[in-house]
């Protein structure tokens, strides 16, 4: 794609955001050069390899060769820029804040850029952020380089479509003329351009998020009172997202959130609202109600077993959601965690887990096919939605076990054919 109206742009930081970012702006015709400071990566990526799945990403990566490079080096990414992205992670300080040195540290690289015309931030960042790069910018003596914010609501497994197809592409200015520059990169984006100021697109990403998350945690506690009522929370939800106001989407009772975005972006807007004094009850609750998902899972399904101890438990699924390889802060570190230290045996099964930390991984034993880690097992937990585990045969499954009880943490398996199949069959709100 030949785009006359094509810019040079620098992207900071090669992780999800940045990645999905760099390629996309090349896909859209944009001149792009990616720059991160882990080498390993960097050569990676340079020979066209993606370092995590991320549909049609890699082909994004290889098909726009001539407009995309990648590099270690500051200057050389900032050379002809005209727009720098800001896509650095922003992970909790010891405080809970967000820790905003990889974007500070970015901003200060800026002076050796001399065609820049604006820095737009990606990264998630509490509000005020962007009041303190343009002092920053300032300082330097970039006060002609404009400051947008424009948060990312892309999901993993979706992201180069959410992209290339947005809900909303919310750019955050406090001056037209950078606003429109950034709104005229996306000239080819299927999708409106919402403007607003810095402030407000600060917070709307964070909301955005968080009632997600409240979502997600009212579903969680609904499904408790179905346990405790006889209910069924998937035909409660299904008849509450019905109605046009509410919609059906974000209210499926599980083991709760993970990954790299819910559990960080809760925290950091629970912690922002108590720099200034302010107690968010609300979402302090639907935290609260996520932590507590897993393991009440699991005290049901000790009580089901008689405890723990001694007893060899599979984990169908370990990524925070199916379709991706990220175990970030996903809910399967927290189950087996407390299946070790229940004194259970762990096996583990997932098709793409990408494991990056050695605990509790390194006390657990990972199998390619679930079928061989249930043989012998005396219970078994979904933790990941995986549609491939509804295509097991059952039946077969619950002869080879010790003993056919399963967990179905995310409601993916149908309760009357596992009951026919000769499961002891526990699930989140399915009494
Ligand atoms: C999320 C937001 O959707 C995205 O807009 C933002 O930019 C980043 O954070 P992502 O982390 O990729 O995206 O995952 P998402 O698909 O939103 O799921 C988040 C978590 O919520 C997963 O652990 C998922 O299993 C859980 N979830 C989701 C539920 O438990 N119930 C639901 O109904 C929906």
Known sequence: ??????????????????????????ELGHRVVVRDIVPAKVEALSRGEVPFHEPGLSELILG???RLRFTLDAREALAGAEVAYVCVDTPPTPAGDADLSRVHAVVDDLVSAPH?????????????????????????????????ANPEFT????????????????????????ADLVADLHRDVDGPVVRMDVHSAELAKLTANALLMTRISFANEIATLCEVTGADIEKVMGAVGMDPRI????????????????PKDGVALKQLASNDGLYLQLLTAVIEVNNLQPRRALQRLKDELGGFGGKRVVMLGMAF?????DMRQAPSAVVASRLLAEGAEVRCWDPLARVTEPEPWGRTTRYDDPREALAGA??????????????????DVADSMAAPVLFDGRNLLDPAEMRAAGFTYLSVGRS
Request: hydrophobic residues 45%; proline residues 4%; contains cysteine.
């Open 321 to 325: 959601k199916a379709g991706t390889d």
């Open 116 to 148: 820049l015309a604006a820095v737009v931030v990606k990264s998630t960042v509490p509000i005020g952020t962007g009041d303190r790069i343009r002092e920053r910018l300032d300082r330097a003596g970039l006060s002609h380089v404009g400051y947008a």
């Open 378 to 395: 005396h219970a078994a937990i979904v933790v990941t939605e995986w549609p491939q585990l509804r295509e097991l045969d059952w039946a």
């Open 155 to 178: 999901a993993e497994g979706k992201a180069v479509s959410d992209f290339l197809h947005p809900d909303r592409i919310i750019v955050g200015a406090d001056d037209d003329a950078t």
């Open 64 to 66: 726009n060769t001539e």
């Open 247 to 262: 919609g059906p989407q974000f209210l499926r009772a599980g083991l709760g959130w993970g990954g790299s975005c819910f």
């Open 1 to 26: 794609m030949d785009n006359p109206a094509s810019r040079t742009i620098a992207v900071f930081g090669a992780g999800y955001i940045g990645l999905v970012t760099g390629a996309c702006l090349a």
